[in-house]
T-cell receptor, first 114, second 117 residues
Framework: SAVISQKPSRDICQRGTSLTIQCQVD?????MFWYRQQPGQSLTLIATANQGSEATYESGFVIDKFPISRPNLTFSTLTVSNMSPEDSSIYLC???????????FGEGSWLTVV | AQSVAQPEDQVNVAEGNPLTVKCTYSVSGNPYLFWYVQYPNRGLQFLLK??????LVKGSYGFEAEFNKSQTSFHLKKPSALVSDSALYFCAVRDRYSGAGSYQLTFGKGTKLSVIP
């Protein structure tokens, strides 16, 4: 399985602030993705992180709110901007190694906005 | 559009008994199907997948799943449940022909499995 590590693992954030989550994957991962899991809910894809270019966002997610970078093959960041309590979620970094291959997930970053 | 249904929010089973967690899917083409497990306060762990070939897929921790194309189902099974299997289980689907630029997995809402000692 792919090795995917995220930090922070947990944080409590003040309303109106921004937080950047970092994700490091092993060198065999080709595609990287960011998902959100709201409390008691399933997972929703936020965006595909593209190396050296703008991320590809899914419907309902915008770059101003969730800027994503992927400066190299094995590292990506997700920023949750101008947070509100509705942003309290688990944010999961994920990746796969080949077309159609298994998507593996990190342990998630558990954010609580107060 | 692709979708996944997990009709049961919760499944309770006695330790040692067989367990089944149900999943049905809808895709326009042929599916890639996955099961993941989420233990409390943890991320998602991959259990097994169906890509092609044998309809019965074996995965981690003694779990298996049967792909049934006519019923568009991919139920997760285990012959003998353990208390440690208690967790949240997610079924996910991707259309095999959704294109090289689209890797979106669509997840079901999850089924909470409780194995009772």
């Amino acid at each position: 399985s792919a090795v995917i590590s995220q930090k922070p693992s947990r944080d409590i954030c003040q309303r109106g602030t921004s937080l950047t989550i970092q994700c490091q994957v092993d060198s065999q991962v080709t595609m990287m993705f960011w998902y959100r899991q709201q409390p008691g809910q399933s997972l929703t894809l936020i965006a595909t992180a593209n190396q050296g270019s703008e991320a590809t966002y899914e419907s309902g997610f915008v770059i101003d709110k969730f800027p994503i970078s992927r400066p190299n093959l094995t590292f990506s960041t997700l920023t949750v901007s101008n947070m509100s309590p509705e942003d309290s979620s688990i944010y999961l970094c994920s990746g796969n190694r080949e077309e159609g291959g298994t998507i593996y997930f990190g342990e998630g970053s558990w954010l609580t906005v107060v | 559009a692709q979708s996944v249904a997990q009709p049961e929010d919760q499944v309770n089973v006695a330790e040692g008994n067989p367990l089944t967690v149900k999943c049905t899917y809808s895709v326009s083409g042929n599916p890639y199907l996955f099961w993941y497990v989420q233990y409390p306060n943890r991320g998602l762990q991959f259990l097994l997948k169906y890509i092609t070939g044998d309809n019965l897929v074996k995965g981690s921790y003694g779990f298996e799943a049967e792909f049934n194309k006519s019923q568009t189902s991919f139920h997760l099974k285990k012959p003998s449940a353990l208390v440690s299997d208690s967790a949240l289980y997610f079924c996910a689907v991707r259309d095999r022909y959704s294109g090289a630029g689209s890797y979106q997995l669509t997840f079901g809402k999850g089924t909470k499995l409780s194995v009772i000692p």
